[in-house]
């Protein structure tokens, strides 16, 4: 009985972390419907999570290969969520308050905002370092798409 | 009471609630790259005993009152150009327009760029955005180590700042400098003066000196997590009068450190910092002995907050500071416990709610104002306020 026992707590004491860690490593982003978009000038063709992350929060202007950036930014909606929820890990509120912060400190300026991924397409498609997320089924012609690692 | 020189921040208000309406609202000029910004704010105070820091808060009191406005431009990729202005109102410090900062920022890359002018002086975690409402729940920061009567000083400085960031690689995350030098000027009513002031002393010019600090953040690999220290050295000196009587007043040199930490996951936040300030002031009358006020205070904040819907976040902080060189009384040091509402009814407009359990008077209650001082008071905010 107590072997049993023991068994029973050892092989829950071996399967929770495992689970947990089974759960940290699934991709969240393994189906997500959001894509990144970025103006030709750009050299990259893929960007880290950790480099996504610090450009649309204001923490970075350039990325690898050495481009100047510039991020662009939906005013609202699922696109936008999803987008904070899986590469900025903020929201929205959250996500607003720091590039305030930034604006009324001197630091930044206010990245551009548009209504629709139709807006956004034709922006990035026009401007020099001009870095964007669309929904994936938007068309997203003239712009290059940048893979998140 | 409510003053007659809130009525030009009302019209304030009512144009910024214009520019909401209006559909560019935040104005941008796509070929100058021109932003025009800005925020204002209206506080409600009430304390059931003392008053705070010179408002009539034990009656409730409206005279707590900000607008900002913030003109930018960014004519080249790595050159940006901006002015911001204020207005500020808080019971008996300010009612004046004044100039936040005026700068040019070159940035040559993510590992170095300099801004020259007017700075806000990047030291600890909030110094520079401690005056930003629109990017805090808190109505009030914690006053040990932001105190508002020294906002204004304490702000910016005259000069530069370099900056830059280093990139450790993903495992070991980035280090974020920043240094900076110049002048600091406190004004003549910064609270820092206070008890000299409600001696009977004036400081007609405030006081003037060179400043250099420093500060290190580092980004580590866990995602949203920051620990970083700042150290800030000084020396001012200023013109004192008494009774007539023409002297001067030393401040230093000092140093200032501060270490502090900071998490953030999607709704949560912990946030701690602990600072000292060490320094002896130094009062010289012609013919007379000098008088050396010896000071050392020791401050620390710790907070919290968790965003509970989209529009509603909560939380609470706990704020310590003590002057361990001061006689013993409830002068000397502060505690105060805060819980903190905050509603964003739209991404332009919200509004707080916060409750201070205060035991201690060592910040912002002036013996001037409060004959009858109280060891302990309870303060009681209200704040509205609009951005765009």
């Known amino acids: ?149 | 009471m409510i003053r007659s020189h809130i009525l030009p921040v009302a019209g304030s208000l009512a144009l910024a609630t214009l520019l909401i309406g209006h559909p560019l609202q935040a104005q941008s000029m796509d070929d100058l790259n021109l932003q025009v910004h800005g925020y204002a704010t209206q506080g409600f105070l009430y304390t059931n005993q003392n008053s705070w820091n010179g408002t009539d808060s034990e009656g409730g009191s409206a005279a707590w009152t900000e607008a900002v406005v913030n003109l930018s431009a960014q004519p080249q990729e790595k050159l940006r150009i901006g002015i911001q202005t204020r207005y500020f109102l808080l019971g008996d410090y300010g009612n004046q327009i004044t100039l936040d900062w005026a700068q040019v920022d070159y940035r040559v890359n993510e590992h170095l760029g300099f801004r020259v002018g007017k700075v806000k002086s990047p030291l600890g975690l909030l110094n520079e955005t401690q005056d930003i409402d629109p990017a805090h729940l808190w109505a009030l920061l914690p006053q040990s180590v932001y105190p508002i009567s020294s906002r204004n000083s304490l702000l910016s400085h005259f000069g530069g700042i370099v900056y830059g960031a280093v990139p450790l690689g993903e495992s070991f995350g980035k280090l974020e400098y920043r240094g900076y030098g110049g002048q600091r000027i406190l004004s003549s009513s910064d609270g820092f003066f206070q008890q000299l002031r409600d001696l009977g002393f004036t400081l007609p010019n405030g006081t003037t000196g060179p400043t250099l600090g420093a500060t290190l953040t580092w980004h580590t690999p866990i995602s949203g997590l920051k620990i970083g220290a700042s150290e800030e050295y000084d020396h001012e000196t200023g013109e004192l009068v008494l009774a007539g009587m023409q002297g001067t007043i030393e401040n230093g040199p000092f140093r200032a450190p501060f270490y502090y930490g900071q998490y953030e996951k999607k709704r949560l936040m912990i946030a701690g910092e602990y600072e000292r300030l060490r320094l002896n002031s130094t009062s010289r009358f012609p013919n007379l002995p000098a008088f050396i006020n010896q000071i050392d205070v020791r401050s620390f904040y710790a907070m919290s907050s968790y965003k509970l819907t989209r529009k509603f976040t909560a939380g609470a902080y706990y704020s310590y500071s003590m002057n361990m060189k001061a006689p013993v009384s409830s002068s000397r040091f502060q505690k105060d416990w805060a819980v903190s509402t905050r509603y964003d009814f739209n991404p332009y407009l919200y509004a707080k709610a916060e409750q201070h359990f205060i035991d201690g008077t060592a910040w912002g209650f002036n013996a001037s104002d409060n004959p009858a001082m109280q060891p302990t008071a309870r303060m009681t905010i209200l704040k509205f306020g609009v951005s765009f």
């Open chain 1, 1 to 149: 009985m107590k072997t049993s026992l023991r068994l029973s707590v050892l092989l829950r004491a071996l399967l929770f972390p495992l689970a947990t860690l089974l759960l940290l490593a699934t991709p969240q982003h393994a189906h997500a419907q959001v894509v990144v978009i970025a103006n030709n000038s750009v050299s990259a063709n893929e960007i880290s999570r950790y480099d996504l992350r610090d450009l649309f929060t204001g923490a970075a202007s350039s990325v690898k290969g050495g481009t100047n950036v510039s991020p662009v930014l939906l005013k609202g909606g699922p696109t936008h969520e999803e987008f904070l929820n899986l590469y900025v890990g903020k929201s929205d509120a959250a996500f607003r308050a720091g590039w305030r912060s930034l604006l009324f400190s001197g630091q930044s300026t206010m990245p551009r905002t548009f209504d629709s991924d139709a807006e956004i397409v034709e922006y990035v498609a026009r401007t020099h370092g001009a870095v964007g997320y669309i929904s994936r089924s938007s068309s997203h012609t003239g712009v290059k798409t940048l893979v998140v690692k």
